[in-house]
Nanobody, 125 residues
Framework: VQLQASGGGSVQAGGSLRLSCAAS???????MGWFRQTPGKEREFVGV????????DYEDSVRGRFTISRDNAENTMYLQMNSLKPEDTAVYYC????????????????????WGRGTLVTVSS
């Protein structure tokens, strides 16, 4: 599976960006997640959507500001980021966890099987 993330850029605090992640293949049960990483820090969970039933989960600091959505026909996931803050500055990655059966949502990077290249989001104050 190849993942292509796009949509990063520079924005002022309070602004918005939308990231996209296109997958080259799908599975019957899988999760697509967003993670982010800043220099010197571990990659952290941002949000996830389950492809089969559309359940979502978010990290507390982005809940209410970020929204994950999907386009099943295009195998594409989106991350709408509103009310951006300087602390949201990071390289954002999309990832897929391929499940063989319904599985609880996972928030740990090591639980994901496929990763796209990151896209940089810079939020200035």
């Amino acid at each position: 599976v190849q993942l292509q993330a796009s949509g990063g850029g520079s924005v002022q605090a309070g602004g918005s960006l939308r990231l996209s992640c296109a997958a080259s293949a799908t599975f019957s049960q899988y999760h697509m997640g967003w993670f982010r990483q800043t220099p010197g820090k571990e990659r952290e969970f941002v949000g996830v959507i389950t492809w089969r039933d559309g359940k979502k989960d978010y990290e507390d600091s982005v809940r209410g500001r970020f929204t994950i959505s999907r386009d099943n026909a295009e195998n594409t996931m989106y991350l709408q980021m509103n009310s951006l803050k300087p602390e949201d500055t990071a390289v954002y990655y999309c990832a897929v966890r391929a499940n063989s059966r319904p599985t609880p949502i996972k928030r740990t990077p090591s639980d994901y099987d496929y990763w796209g290249r990151g896209t940089l989001v810079t939020v200035s104050s």
